[in-house]
Structures are given as C-alpha cells and as structure tokens.
C-alpha cells in the first residue's frame, strides 16, 4: 500500500524559509512521479511544484524562485525548500504521487494527510 507521510510545517515570519519533508513507502520510487500541492481555506487546490523521475521540475508562476523541489532516492523522501516566504503561502501543503505524471494538475493518484503551512509577523 502507497503511504506519503508530510512533515516540516508550521508557522513561519515573511522572508522567512520552511522545509516540507514527504516519506514515501509501498511503491517503486524511481519510477513514480510526485508533486507538492496547496490549498488555502475557501481556495482551490494549486499544484506548487513537481519532478519528474529524471530531476526535471516544475513549478507555479507563484513560488518560481523562492521555492525548490528535491528528491532523496536512497531515503524515498522528497522535500520543499520554501524561502522568501509571503503570507500568500500560508496553506495546506499536501505531497502526491503517481505512475503517470500530471505534472501540476491534480490528477495524482497517492497523496499524503498534508501539512499545515501559516506565514505571518
């Protein structure tokens, strides 16, 4: 069974920088796709980044260098590096995984319970 676990939240100043952490089990890790996704109250769900099995990323318009997807293949972890952050970021961040990659739309068939991300002063 497909397990993703998220960790790293919490509450974060403007400017500031997070760590999101997504533990992944049950699945070969090399060939599956994943993204990070958000959804704020009274707001669709966004997809924030994603990488494919060969390190190619992609992300929103509205994180575009302030925030960076990475995969740990030995410890099937993957992570988002959040700087600069804006209060604008504040939602839930949910990881997600899939054979196909839907790239940033939120078709993924895995995903994890999510991780609650509050920026303010």
């Known amino acids: 069974q497909v397990q993703l676990v998220e960790s790293g939240g919490g509450s974060g100043q403007p400017g500031g920088s997070l760590r999101l952490s997504c533990a992944a089990s049950?699945?070969?890790?090399?060939?599956?796709?994943m993204a990070w996704f958000r959804q704020a109250p009274g707001k669709e769900r966004e997809g924030v980044a994603t990488?494919?099995?060969?390190?190619?990323?992609v992300y929103a318009d509205s994180v575009k260098g302030r925030f960076t997807i990475t995969k740990d293949k030995a410890k099937n972890t993957l992570y988002l590096q959040m700087n600069s952050l804006k209060p604008e970021d504040t939602a839930m961040y949910y990881c997600?995984?899939?054979?196909?990659?839907?790239?940033?739309?939120?078709?993924?068939?895995?995903w994890g319970q999510g991780t609650q991300v509050t920026v303010s002063s």
């Open positions: 990488i494919d099995s060969d390190g190619t990323t």
């Open positions: 997600a995984a899939d054979r196909v990659w839907y790239v940033l739309a939120s078709y993924y068939k895995y």
């Open positions: 049950g699945y070969t890790y090399s060939s599956t796709y």
